[in-house]
């Protein structure tokens, strides 16, 4: 599937729209923003991350428009992700297991008479594992959007990279396969996919949405169905994924079928949401018609808002993917977090909170993220001041309460950062 000619063929239909109306709209904007972390461990670690975020979008008016994001990120101070847990930590033993056959191909590589030259399988394997072998972040221009929008009497089509979101969860999003959430990071942007998505209105309330993401050829390809409508003031939606991307195939991690359901809504004051998703990883031997791989996913929480101010939520996530036991944490499941089928090496998760922004300028929160399975706890408090409309500074910490040796965030070490963002 070529995606590049019809993002010029479309390009191209819009802007002879665009002749016969009129330039459309043009506007830009974004964020400067520069986050600085001290992890509070033996060697104090200090990270600092700059990022710049320029949006543009060009409004056709009827007949569509064209959209572009790019993310410039500078981290000024890299952070090597193995220095944040403490030695011996359930996460820095997996860590361990799981690049120890990529540091033993990496041994082979002392330069000496008796091992040069090379053997052509040690290339090939060096090749496929470089990547994995260093954790250093460099600076990186992203181009997250990179989108064509046409719109048409009874469908519309978006073209290139673009923002998929599904789902209504909040710390949780198991029906969203297109992105990886990060239960730590609730509020992280969605990256972008590149896609080529169909959108049927049925209705004020109800639409079709299609999605085909290409691989390299059809079998490393993705797409997608998702039926979404209101029903007496709910919203509720029914997903069918096909996912398969570079990242599995590179891990050597099979197709998978995903079936899902999300809905939010209110009974009184109270908001409540819910998703679940039923997926199959198609490993070889097992047909899509097998269920021997079968999972489950869900995840449903309830918010309130009282008169003052004061915000209250509470989410749990069920994932049948992850261990019973602490004690049954492994390298895959490792893997299943890295890759995003899972958010979490254990089977059930709470995250619960609270928000206030009664006070001019000012919002204060308190998270926390709690294993239910090994009894950590990750404390996420934060607070947030608003110099104008345009610049605000946040200062948060992350605390990891549990066994240092055998939970999933007691032996993680503490940090504290300082964002500051400034939009224009």
Same mark, same amino acid.
């Given at each position: 599937?070529?995606?590049?000619?019809?993002?010029?063929?479309?390009?191209?239909?819009?802007?002879?729209?665009?002749?016969?109306?009129?330039?459309?709209?043009?506007?830009?904007?974004?964020?400067?923003?520069?986050?600085?972390?001290?992890?509070?461990?033996?060697?104090?670690?200090?990270?600092?991350?700059?990022?710049?975020?320029?949006?543009?979008?060009?409004?056709?008016?009827?007949?569509?428009?064209?959209?572009?994001?790019?993310?410039?990120?500078?981290?000024?101070?890299?952070?090597?992700?193995?220095?944040?847990?403490?030695?011996?930590?359930? #996460?820095?033993?997996?860590?361990?297991?799981?690049?120890?056959?990529?540091?033993?191909?990496?041994?082979?590589?002392?330069?000496?008479?008796?091992?040069?030259?090379?053997?052509?399988?040690?290339?090939?394997?060096?090749?496929?594992?470089?990547?994995?072998?260093?954790?250093?972040?460099?600076?990186?221009?992203?181009?997250?959007?990179?989108?064509?929008?046409?719109?048409?009497?009874?469908?519309?089509?978006?073209?290139?990279?673009?923002?998929?979101?599904?789902?209504?969860?909040?710390?949780?999003?198991?029906?969203?396969?297109?992105?990886?959430?990060?239960?730590?990071?609730?509020?992280?942007?969605?990256?972008?996919?590149?896609?080529?998505?169909?959108?049927? *209105?049925?209705?004020?309330?109800?639409?079709?949405?299609?999605?085909?993401? *290409?691989?390299?050829?059809?079998?490393?390809?993705?797409?997608?169905?998702?039926?979404? #409508?209101?029903?007496?003031?709910?919203?509720?939606?029914?997903?069918?994924?096909?996912?398969?991307?570079?990242?599995?195939?590179?891990?050597?991690?099979?197709?998978?079928?995903?079936?899902?359901?999300?809905?939010?809504?209110?009974?009184?004051?109270?908001?409540?949401?819910?998703?679940?998703?039923?997926?199959?990883?198609?490993?070889?031997?097992?047909?899509?018609?097998?269920?021997?791989?079968?999972?489950?996913?869900?995840?449903?929480?309830?918010?309130?808002?009282?008169? %003052?101010?004061?915000?209250?939520?509470?989410?749990?996530?069920?994932?049948?993917?992850?261990?019973?036991?602490?004690?049954?944490? %492994?390298?895959?499941?490792?893997?299943?977090?890295? #890759?995003?089928?899972?958010?979490?090496?254990?089977?059930?998760?709470?995250?619960?909170?609270?928000?206030?922004?009664?006070?001019?300028?000012?919002?204060?929160?308190?998270?926390?993220?709690?294993?239910?399975?090994?009894?950590?706890?990750?404390?996420?408090?934060?607070?947030?001041?608003?110099?104008?409309?345009?610049?605000?500074?946040?200062?948060?910490?992350?605390?990891?309460?549990?066994?240092?040796?055998?939970?999933?965030?007691?032996?993680?070490?503490?940090?504290?950062?300082?964002?500051?963002?400034?939009?224009?």
């Amino acid at each position: 599937m070529k995606l590049l000619p019809a993002l010029i063929i479309s390009a191209i239909s819009l802007s002879a729209f665009s002749m016969k109306a009129d330039l459309g709209k043009l506007q830009f904007g974004g964020y400067l923003e520069n986050m600085a972390t001290i992890n509070i461990s033996p060697n104090e670690i200090i990270s600092d991350v700059a990022q710049a975020r320029i949006e543009g979008n060009w409004d056709y008016g009827v007949y569509g428009g064209l959209e572009t994001h790019i993310i410039l990120t500078a981290p000024l101070q890299p952070l090597d992700p193995f220095e944040t847990l403490r030695e011996g930590s359930i #996460t820095d033993v997996l860590l361990k297991q799981l690049l120890s056959p990529y540091m033993e191909v990496l041994g082979e590589f002392q330069l000496s008479a008796d091992s040069l030259p090379l053997s052509e399988k040690t290339v090939n394997r060096l090749i496929k594992y470089l990547p994995y072998s260093t954790f250093y972040p460099s600076d990186k221009v992203i181009l997250d959007r990179a989108l064509v929008k046409a719109y048409f009497k009874y469908f519309d089509l978006f073209i290139g990279r673009q923002m998929i979101a599904w789902g209504t969860g909040y710390a949780f999003n198991p029906t969203d396969v297109w992105n990886s959430k990060n239960p730590l990071d609730p509020d992280a942007p969605k990256v972008g996919v590149t896609a080529l998505r169909l959108e049927i *209105p049925l209705g004020s309330l109800s639409r079709i949405s299609i999605i085909a993401s *290409p691989g390299k050829d059809i079998d490393n390809s993705s797409g997608g169905i998702r039926y979404k #409508t209101n029903i007496a003031g709910f919203d509720l939606s029914f997903s069918a994924v096909r996912l398969m991307n570079a990242d599995r195939q590179i891990l050597g991690l099979p197709p998978k079928m995903i079936f899902g359901a999300d809905m939010a809504g209110q009974i009184g004051d109270v908001g409540m949401w819910t998703e679940i998703a039923l997926k199959n990883p198609v490993y070889p031997g097992l047909k899509y018609t097998d269920f021997d791989s079968c999972y489950l996913q869900a995840d449903i929480g309830v918010d309130y808002t009282f008169t %003052n101010g004061l915000y209250v939520m509470v989410e749990y996530y069920f994932n049948q993917l992850g261990q019973k036991k602490a004690s049954d944490y %492994n390298s895959i499941d490792l893997i299943n977090l890295f #890759t995003g089928d899972m958010s979490g090496l254990a089977r059930n998760y709470l995250f619960a909170g609270l928000r206030f922004d009664a006070i001019k300028r000012f919002i204060f929160s308190a998270f926390t993220l709690s294993n239910l399975t090994d009894h950590s706890v990750m404390l996420i408090p934060s607070v947030e001041y608003s110099l104008s409309d345009n610049i605000c500074l946040e200062l948060g910490s992350q605390i990891g309460i549990g066994d240092k040796e055998k939970s999933d965030y007691g032996g993680v070490f503490p940090k504290i950062y300082l964002k500051t963002t400034g939009y224009f």
